[in-house]
């Protein structure tokens, strides 16, 4: 391969540093999706950072929170640019999380890492049990959006 007119030979080292940038794109790519269509895009980048990037638990869940912060300014954004935001839900719903974010905090370093994995790997099970239980239901409500599938709030 010819990089600036010299010659260049890719190491192993090299190879392995490229599949990890690729991975950690896809990944990246991944959790950005499924985070900005609210569907916990936490859940790929922690589970990815534990198990295959070997971070403890504590660790991962930091710069899960990281990773969160600009996707989730981005997806405001859109979601109330769509009209898709009930102004009357945002105070509370903040004071609620502040003080959901310090419990949590609070929670995680009481726990530590070894529990708080296992924490995690409840939580994750029960949300997919949860997920199975409920694609197999029939919508009760009839879809009131402009596209399927699409549920629309009215904001006042």
């Known amino acids: 391969m010819r990089l600036c007119g010299s010659h260049h030979r890719w190491s192993d080292e090299d190879a392995a540093a490229m599949m990890d940038w690729i991975i950690i794109g896809i990944v990246a790519f991944l959790t ?10 936490g859940f790929i980048l922690v589970i990815y950072l534990t198990i295959f990037a070997q971070m403890p638990q504590l660790a991962a869940q930091g710069v899960n929170l990281i990773f969160f912060l600009p996707i989730a300014a981005f997806s405001l954004i859109f979601h109330i640019k769509n009209k898709m935001i009930e102004k009357s839900v945002i105070l509370p719903s903040t004071i609620f999380a502040v003080i959901g974010v310090f419990i949590g905090v609070w929670g995680a370093n009481l726990l530590g890492s070894e529990w708080l994995t296992k924490v995690f790997a409840v939580f994750v099970l029960l949300v997919g049990v949860r997920e199975l239980v409920t ?3 029939k919508p ?16 006042k």
């Open 140 to 155: 009760e409500a009839p879809e009131t959006g402009d596209r399927p599938g699409q549920q629309r709030i009215e904001i």
């Open 32 to 41: 950005g999706i499924t985070a900005s269509m609210g569907l916990g895009g």
């Open 135 to 137: 694609a197999f239901k």
